[in-house]
């Protein structure tokens, strides 16, 4: 990197990806307001982190957001560096210095970062974009660090994305459609820079991406949580972009459920694994981006339409999601146990699914004392593996009732080699392998068993198993999960994923210097330093979502 490096690389923003400026949106407009700091109220070392855990498991939860947000108040979310009486990992520098790197420019202003800088890589492919989904962790770490003005310019220039008209052979998307990612093209000779945008008709398998709306909306909520600043969500533009994300997804059709029907390879799953109908991962946004927009959204003629909606929404898809897709010992015994061909609305087996179908692995695999959502469910269908990111954000989210959430964490621990093992987090358990996998992948060489999205270990999950840790009062288990990463992501040189059973190799594809494994790794530090952080991308329990049922927590056999 060029210049003098600073402790953690903090503030340095010289980078190789610097493209110079053309004239097209101008982003340096953005609004600009005073924004106060405050020092962090504690330390946060191992004896906070106990007495952490044992407050929130005597009833903390409900209050965590308004204790730790520093957002509610107006003020920043702290900064994260040596000067708090914390002592870094020799990593967090090295860190910093490789996110830095990864930074784009558009018009000489920070835009995003790119997905990963591996010169040793062959094929570039898409690694040189800056991915919507991608960039969250990276966005969570410079609001984290008191760098918000990256943040504003993704969140302005993504929604000027959004206004295209998105056209994939001949057929036009929908108007509220984000892109899955956009890369920044610098014309030396003119001195101009163009973007490019890609909505899914460049991806492979040309599936448009349905997460990216729902991240943005969630990003725009953790900017004005952590800056306190409510006039760039207020804005017309932002305030039209939600709607219309909101539109695309609260659409009316011929659905019997209130879950969101999907394709295959529609989310961070980007690829062909049997995902598709209703998967947890899109749900547990979904429910999360309703909730974010709920808090962002002016009580103006044409908010308060999609405010009833979200309202109706929320409240029927709580209700199925926690009915219909959790999955503890009880339930899998009931399930197990399950009549079939049941007609009328007193039929207990809804979804007619076959209690053969249940795969051998589950019951082996599911612990006295746990559970978690299971995949999918549909019409005489359960797809029962665990998905790692939906889990977090049901968490998160508050999808999960405050006993689902505690058993959720119950399931990981007891559960550690198979789901955690030598790195964190396995993305998908079990492995899909033999003639199973040939039909659900399509023979995808990529996703072989234990190996990338078919049971792979992603570092990048660090951040969201933290932020889950912390929210259910056990931040033993991220810095258990933190400790084995550290062994090893560096010397590694930052791995996209890694592979096997117990996340022992690196992967046989995975790139080096994957941007969202080191910011991850970031986040999850900071949030374990300053708690405090995670009131940006946590939110509280809404008391008016009654608990639908209360056999989440299985404690016995």
């Not at 990197?1 to 982003?27: A, F, Q, T, W």
């Not at 969500?233 to 939600?242: D, R, S």
Request: with cysteine; charged share 25%; proline share 5%.
């Amino acid at each position: 990197m060029d210049g003098p490096k600073e402790v953690l690389g903090l503030r340095n923003v010289s980078s190789h990806c610097s493209i110079p400026e053309m004239d097209d949106y101008d982003l340096s407009r953005l609004l600009d307001k005073p924004r106060l700091n405050i020092e962090r109220q504690r330390s946060f070392d191992e004896r906070s982190l106990s007495e952490l855990s044992i407050g929130l498991s005597r009833g903390g939860l409900d209050n965590y957001e308004s204790t730790y947000s520093p957002g509610r108040s107006g003020f920043d979310t702290p900064a994260s560096s040596t000067r708090n009486s914390f002592e870094p990992h020799p990593m967090v520098a090295e860190a910093w210095e490789a996110l830095r790197r990864s930074l784009v420019y558009f018009r000489g202003q920070p835009v995003g970062t790119i997905a990963a800088y591996d010169h040793a890589s062959e094929e570039v492919l898409n690694y040189d974009q800056v991915f919507v989904r991608d960039f969250v962790p990276s966005a969570l770490a410079f609001l984290m660090n008191g760098e918000p003005d990256i943040v504003k310019n993704f969140l302005l220039k993504t929604l000027q994305l959004q206004g295209w008209e998105k056209r994939i052979d001949r057929f036009k998307l929908g108007e509220g459609a984000m892109p899955a990612s956009f890369k920044v093209l610098h014309d030396p000779v003119r001195k101009t820079d163009t973007i490019i945008a890609d909505f899914g008709e460049s991806a492979i398998g040309r599936v448009a991406p349905v997460d990216s709306g729902f991240w943005w909306i969630i990003l725009l909520r953790a900017y004005t949580k952590s800056t306190g600043d409510l006039s760039l969500a207020e804005t017309p533009e932002c305030q039209k972009g939600m709607r219309l994300i909101l539109a695309l997804c609260l659409s009316e059709g011929f659905d019997t459920f209130p879950t969101l029907l999907c394709a295959d390879g529609c989310s961070m799953i980007d690829r062909r694994m049997g995902i598709y109908g209703y998967p947890i991962e899109i749900q547990a946004l979904f429910f999360m981006a309703l909730r974010c927009a709920l808090s962002l959204l002016k009580h103006d003629a044409e908010g308060k339409e999609f405010i009833e909606r979200i309202v109706k929404r929320l409240h029927a898809l709580s209700y199925h999601m926690r009915g219909y897709f959790w999955l503890d010992f009880q339930q899998l015994n009931d399930i197990y146990r399950y009549k079939t061909e049941e007609y009328s609305h007193t039929a207990v087996n809804k979804f007619n699914v076959i209690p053969d179908s249940i795969p051998e692995w589950v019951f082996d695999f599911m612990p006295c004392r746990g559970g978690y959502f299971i995949g999918n469910v549909s019409p005489a269908r359960m797809d029962f593996r665990w998905f790692a990111l939906g889990n977090c954000v049901a968490i998160l989210s508050s999808l999960a009732t405050p006993e689902q959430s505690m058993a959720i964490m119950d399931l990981i621990e007891a559960r550690w080699e198979e789901l955690v093992g030598e790195m964190p987090l396995k993305i998908t358990y079990p492995a899909i392998e033999s003639h199973e996998w040939r039909i659900v992948t399509g023979c995808d060489p990529k996703n072989t068993r234990w190996s990338y999205h078919n049971g792979g270990s992603w570092p990048v999950l660090l951040w969201m198993l933290t932020a889950a840790c912390i929210k259910t009062g056990r931040p033993q288990i991220a810095r258990r999960a933190i400790d084995l990463a550290e062994t090893r992501m560096l010397k590694d040189s930052w791995p996209e994923y890694y592979d096997g059973k117990l996340g022992r190799y690196i992967g046989k594809q995975a790139r080096k210097y994957q941007t969202w494994s080191i910011a991850g790794y970031l986040v999850a530090k900071m949030m374990l330093e300053d708690p405090s952080h995670l009131g940006m991308i946590s939110l509280e329990e809404d008391k008016q979502m009654k608990p639908v049922i209360r056999r989440s927590s299985s404690w016995t056999c």
